[in-house]
């Protein structure tokens, strides 16, 4: 796809579906959304969409438009336009490790079933995805803005989708 027609599915589709995310993060507070998976919440936030294309899954991994960013482990594959508001960011066994304010950090996601959100922000200087994604935690079936830093990412594999028209 062109840049021109990426940045019309944003324009169309992707600063849609992240108002709706935002919406849902803000909302969520004490309630489900979706069925309380990664795959659910943005399920959930694309039904809100009325002209996103559905996610085609095929096997264990599900396409959610076109592959904008491709990264596995500090090796970039992909970068097919700017990440903005709007897109799916998927984890798969990602270990990311750098650095918050002094301290150091360590965080282990995706493992055992893909970590799926919506990117609300991106800092393009910090290389930095803020996301809405489904909470995890146990008895915390709501939603949360989660940071990943691009740089960070020492194993396993970050793709970033733009949605689609249907």
């Keep these: 796809m062109s840049p021109e027609e990426l940045r019309a599915a944003h324009n169309s589709v992707g600063a849609k579906l992240a108002e709706v995310a935002n919406a849902l993060l803000q909302k969520s507070k004490g309630t489900l959304v979706g069925n309380g998976s990664y795959a659910g ?53 990602a270990r990311l490790k750098g650095h918050k304010g002094l301290h150091n950090y360590s965080l282990s996601v995706g493992e055992g079933t893909a970590c799926v959100g919506v990117v609300v922000e991106f800092e393009g200087k910090k290389a930095k995805v803020r996301c809405a994604q489904a909470n995890q935690h146990v008895g915390q079936a709501t939603v949360e803005a989660v940071s990943y830093r691009l740089e960070d990412l020492k194993s396993g594999t970050l793709k970033i989708y733009r949605v689609l028209e249907a």
Excluded at 65 to 93: C, M, N
């Design 41 to 93: 919440f943005v399920s959930a936030a694309l039904s809100h969409v009325p002209h996103a294309r559905v996610p085609e899954s095929s096997g264990s991994s599900t396409q959610y438009g076109f592959k904008i960013y491709h990264q596995v482990a500090s090796t970039v594959h992909t970068r097919a336009a700017e990440i903005l508001p709007g897109d799916i960011i998927v984890l798969v066994d």
